[in-house]
């Protein structure tokens, strides 16, 4: 099975910072990786597809880059409905699994 | 615009049968390289992926859990079902059904289930 390691595990920010979150695969997954936002007790929410691709509705002010093994969730200037809980995911080789996440929270 | 919702099979015995359905809108599970998959998530952690079926009946499970699950469909209703046997307080999560186009693009609002003695 293809391990996604997050990091960190909890990121404390001032709102109006940028931030830039990790996602590391056990093996190369070429750009099969995507990223969801999870507010408390809400379903996941899709942000990015296949590593950089933007999705309708998202704020521009998030964007993923990588390819392979590492790869990288921003944003651009944090504000307040975005602190909430960060996975990716691959969809290169099942089965699918998930990251464990990353806590984006109010320093 | 589409949906979808999961049932809510109530709270259950260890060693029962976990039955789920995932009723969905706005899409077809007929249309190729469409698919519906499974999710939960134990209160206060991860996301654990479980199966997906796809628009041409292909099926796929967690091995982890693979010889406790079935997905099935049934096209004409939209609906997707999820069976889990032999459940334990450690299948004790919010489960989600989401659509799935090359990624989960779309998720339900997810059902708590709970199995206790």
């Known amino acids: 099975d293809i391990v996604l390691t997050q990091s960190p595990a909890t990121l404390s920010v001032t709102p109006g910072e940028s931030v830039s979150l990790s996602c590391r695969a056990s093996?190369?997954?070429?750009?099969?990786i995507h990223w969801y936002q999870q507010k408390s007790n809400e379903s996941p929410r899709l942000l990015i597809k296949?590593?950089?691709q933007s999705i309708s509705g998202i704020p521009s002010r998030f964007s993923g880059s990588g390819s392979g093994t590492d790869f990288t969730l921003s944003i651009n200037r944090v504000e307040s409905e975005d602190f909430s809980v960060y996975y990716c995911?691959?969809?290169?080789?099942?089965?699918?699994?998930f990251g464990s996440g990353t806590k984006l929270e109010i320093k | 615009q589409v949906t979808l919702k999961e049932s809510d099979p109530g709270i259950l015995q260890p060693s029962q049968t976990l039955s789920l359905t995932c009723t969905f809108s706005?899409?077809?599970?007929?249309?190729?390289?469409?698919?519906v998959g499974w999710i939960r998530q134990p209160s206060g952690k991860g996301l654990e992926w479980l199966a997906n079926?796809?628009?041409?009946?292909?099926?796929y499970y967690n091995p982890s859990l693979k010889n406790r699950l079935t997905i099935s469909k049934d096209t004409s209703n939209n609906q997707a079902f999820l069976k889990i046997t032999n459940v334990d307080t450690a299948d004790t999560a919010t489960y989600y059904c989401?659509?799935?186009?090359?990624?989960?693009?779309?998720w339900g609002q997810g059902v708590m289930v709970t199995v206790s003695s």
């Open positions: 989401a659509r799935i186009d090359g990624y989960f693009d779309y």
């Open positions: 706005g899409f077809s599970l007929s249309t190729y390289g469409v698919g």
């Open positions: 079926i796809w628009w041409d009946d292909d099926k």
């Open positions: 093996q190369g997954i070429s750009t099969s």
């Open positions: 296949y590593a950089s």
């Open positions: 995911q691959q969809t290169y080789s099942l089965p699918f699994t």
